[in-house]
């Protein structure tokens, strides 16, 4: 299957500081890519979807000014959380749809990014 | 009301035993319907679509009832390696978002 990558895989960062996250299709062009966020024992939450060369679009509640998207190519979206608190590590995790024809449409996991802020 | 509603079990089994999740979903209107497979601290993978007759993957059935709007996943012969959480996947139209369950937990016993 296709492969997504994702870097860095953990980060553990003070509170207050930013992090960036990049998600990045290795093997196909994604022209969408998303953005979830899996607190523990809960079911992912998609936190935005990223469009190559738009704006991304926010899911209600998700504040837009502080966790930044940016997908400028087809094969690279970054997530940044801005001023990062407590409340924020989470498991963060990227998909990139890869469509075949008009009939198959799958999501293609990173592997997450673990965010720890102290 | 939640998209997508699983029972997060856990579900304990003996190896060799059959087990079977099911999933409701709540808009009549979704058109395409996934397991996905969740190991712990890792990213889901896809497990198997979910067509409207039904279909196998192995040890692994997938079925789809539209009236009632559940699916369900059966894995016959259940191995140790299957010891995971099965996400069941909802997604309204073919380029839509996908609405994911809290995962069903399947741990396998020698």
């Known amino acids: 299957g296709a492969v997504v990558s994702q870097h860095p895989s953990r980060v553990i960062c003070k509170s207050g500081t930013s992090v960036k996250i990049e998600c990045r299709s290795l093997d196909f062009q994604a022209t969408t890519m998303f953005w979830y966020r899996q607190f523990p024992k809960q079911s992912l939450m998609l936190m935005a979807t990223s469009n190559e060369g738009s704006k991304a679009t926010y899911e209600q509640g998700v504040e837009k000014d502080k966790f930044l998207i940016n997908h400028a190519s087809l094969t690279l979206s970054t997530l940044t959380v801005t001023s990062a608190h407590p409340e924020d590590s989470s498991f963060y995790i990227c998909?990139?749809?890869?469509?075949?024809?008009?009939?198959?449409?799958?999501?293609?996991f990173g592997p997450g990014t673990r965010l720890t802020v102290l | 009301r939640k998209e997508v509603e699983q029972d997060p079990g856990p579900f304990n089994v003996p190896e060799g035993a059959t087990v079977a999740f099911n999933c409701t979903y709540s808009n009549s209107a979704s058109q395409s319907f996934f397991w996905y497979r969740q190991d712990c601290r890792k990213e889901p993978k896809l497990l198997m679509s979910v067509y409207s007759s039904g279909n196998e993957d192995g040890r692994f059935t997938a079925q789809l009832n539209r009236a009632s709007q559940y699916i369900s996943l059966l894995i016959r012969d259940s191995k140790l390696s299957d010891s995971a959480t099965y996400l069941c996947v909802v997604q309204l139209n073919t380029g839509n978002q996908f609405y994911f369950g809290t995962g069903t937990s399947l741990t396998v016993i020698p």
């Open positions: 998909s990139a749809r890869d469509r075949v024809g008009e009939s198959t449409d799958t999501q293609y």
